[in-house]
């Protein structure tokens, strides 16, 4: 039972700090109104380092969940955008963390920051934009730019756990042999 009673203390804590962090960075200037530079992310991706990836998609939901309800934005296209692209690169981070050995943080990061853009690009098509024509070249242009910073943002949020992730010490919950 006391093990149950610190994992969720855990995940309280994660939630609270991944939704500091994203209200935190609607303060920082953007190239985009919409456009966030994703640094919950910064928690998710400790989770995945220290704890599991039950918790991390936990702290994610809950994160969605209750920055919708705090903003007012639950089941708006921008919470519909949230929550499709969330989950879907947090599940291909997961599945990358699968053969961690073989990947870095960063390379983890960018790989899912720029997946994470490329779905929200897909929603955003579908629940908006059907009827325009993909091809012309000022919409290529904005597309690669918005994917070439979903890697930049990556990149910073896996130098930023990479520093951070020599300083929290690895939750003795996690097996050893698991490599989530």
């Known amino acids: 039972?006391?093990?149950?009673?610190k994992r969720e203390v855990y995940i309280a804590a994660f939630v609270l700090l991944a939704l500091y962090l994203s209200l935190l960075e609607s303060l920082i200037p953007k190239p985009f109104p919409w456009m966030k530079f994703g640094f919950s992310n910064i928690i998710i991706l400790v989770i995945l380092e220290k704890w599991d990836k039950k918790m991390a998609f936990e702290v994610l939901l809950l994160r969605i969940f209750i920055q919708a309800l705090?903003?007012?934005?639950?089941?708006?296209?921008?919470?519909l955008v949230s929550l499709c692209s969330g989950f879907l690169s947090l599940c291909l981070t997961t599945m990358l963390y699968r053969v961690r050995k073989y990947l870095s943080l960063l390379s983890i990061s960018c790989l899912?920051?720029?997946f994470h853009n490329a779905i929200q690009l897909v929603v955003v098509y579908f629940l908006l934009f059907r009827n325009?024509?993909?091809q012309s070249k000022s919409i290529m242009i904005f597309i690669f730019a918005f994917l070439l910073l979903g890697v930049i943002s990556g990149l910073i949020t896996g130098i930023l756990v990479s520093k951070l992730?020599?300083?929290?010490p690895r939750s003795k919950d996690?097996?050893?042999t698991e490599v989530v």
């Open 1 to 5: 039972m006391e093990v149950k009673k």
């Open 70 to 79: 705090m903003l007012g934005t639950m089941f708006s296209p921008g919470f």
């Open 112 to 114: 899912s920051a720029m």
């Open 132 to 134: 325009i024509s993909l």
């Open 165 to 168: 992730a020599l300083r929290i």
């Open 174 to 176: 996690k097996k050893e």
